[in-house]
């Protein structure tokens, strides 16, 4: 067998677990450790190919690996970097899971466990969340699947990696679909974003504002509202390149993010529909309604 001939188990799954402190990456590891995944919890960066050379000799083919790996510094990132091109060229496909919150939410979180934050040194906790955001840009931008777990509490992150990472046969791209409130922010996983503010708002209506998107009554509603109908054309219309793409460059993960007022009528209406017509061969699709019921 030649060195450039990948040896790996293919079959294997495995993910590599890293992102913010104080973003859930615990909290990520101990879902998938429910869920029947082997985890290794603070992994070294330069562990990751001795890991993989040892599950291999285990002969672990077709089982489920995550590691949770911390990188905190310029050396670490580099032994990351290094790790998982090692673990490419002997054949494992891992899957980047990179965990994230917004500033606000990472400060609120260590002040009410009264920690520091690992970078903060002698300056802020927020001079230390800004300089370990700025060190692991680059790992953000190419990971995989990014995890956004602002507002979420425990329960609501473990339905989310439920929904993300829980399917045991997967296909090799797969769209998100989220509705949100753009009153609580923007999704920080999005990779796309999509305004339905320009539709009238089911809220105003005495009749409607009980109901949410996933009633028929508000979903019939938006969904005959001059526009709609153009617009939802005109979203899968784009998919079509795009997913070919995605496919093309190996993406995994897509998330679509649909946004109105409260993340409550317009956007999960539209969001369901998207859901429901979105039909491309080797795509799955999910649809996760952040903001529903935070009213």
């Known amino acids: 067998m030649s060195e450039s001939e990948p040896t790996g188990p293919r079959s294997a799954q495995l993910l590599i677990v890293t992102g913010m402190s104080g973003a859930g990456r615990s909290t990520v590891a101990n879902v998938l450790e429910d869920r029947?995944?082997?985890?290794?919890?603070?992994?070294?960066?330069?562990?990751?190919?001795?890991m993989a050379e040892l599950l291999e000799r285990e002969g672990q083919a077709g089982a489920r690996f995550a590691a949770v790996v911390d990188v905190r510094s310029r050396a670490f990132f580099a032994d990351f970097r290094d790790g998982l091109d090692g673990l490419?060229?002997?054949?494992?496909?891992?899957?980047?899971?990179?965990?994230?919150?917004?500033?606000?939410?990472?400060?609120?979180?260590?002040?009410?466990?009264r920690r520091p934050h690992p970078l903060q040194e002698d300056g802020r906790m927020l001079d230390g969340i800004v300089r370990e955001r700025e060190m692991l840009r680059d790992l953000r931008a190419n990971a995989d699947l990014l995890i956004d777990t602002s507002g979420l509490n425990v329960h609501q992150l473990t339905a989310k990696v439920h929904e993300l990472v829980g399917a045991d046969e997967r296909?090799?791209?797969?769209i998100a679909?989220?509705?949100?409130?753009?009153?609580?922010?923007?999704?920080?996983?999005?990779?796309?974003?999509?305004?339905?503010?320009?539709?009238?708002n089911p809220f105003w209506n005495p009749e409607l504002r009980p109901f949410s998107g996933l009633d028929q009554v508000v979903a019939d509603f938006v969904l005959a509202q001059p526009g709609a109908a153009d617009f939802i054309e005109r979203v899968l219309a784009l998919l079509e390149p795009m997913t070919a793409g995605?496919?093309?460059?190996?993406?995994?993960?897509?998330?679509?993010?649909?946004?109105?007022?409260?993340?409550?009528?317009?956007?999960?209406?539209?969001?369901e529909e998207l859901g429901r017509r979105i039909e491309v061969p080797q795509v799955g699709t999910l649809v996760v309604h952040r903001d529903l019921g935070r009213e």
Not at 96 to 106: I, P
Request: hydrophobic content about 40%; proline content about 8%.
């Open 36 to 50: 029947g995944w082997y985890v290794i919890d603070n992994l070294p960066p330069q562990m990751l190919m001795p």
């Open 246 to 271: 995605y496919l093309r460059e190996g993406r995994s993960y897509v998330t679509l993010a649909v946004g109105c007022t409260g993340g409550k009528h317009r956007s999960v209406a539209v969001a």
């Open 171 to 174: 296909p090799p791209l797969r």
């Open 88 to 113: 490419r060229e002997h054949g494992w496909r891992p899957t980047v899971v990179f965990v994230d919150a917004t500033d606000e939410s990472l400060v609120r979180r260590f002040e009410s466990v």
């Open 177 to 200: 679909v989220m509705s949100f409130g753009f009153k609580y922010g923007i999704p920080l996983d999005a990779d796309l974003v999509f305004d339905m503010r320009f539709l009238p």
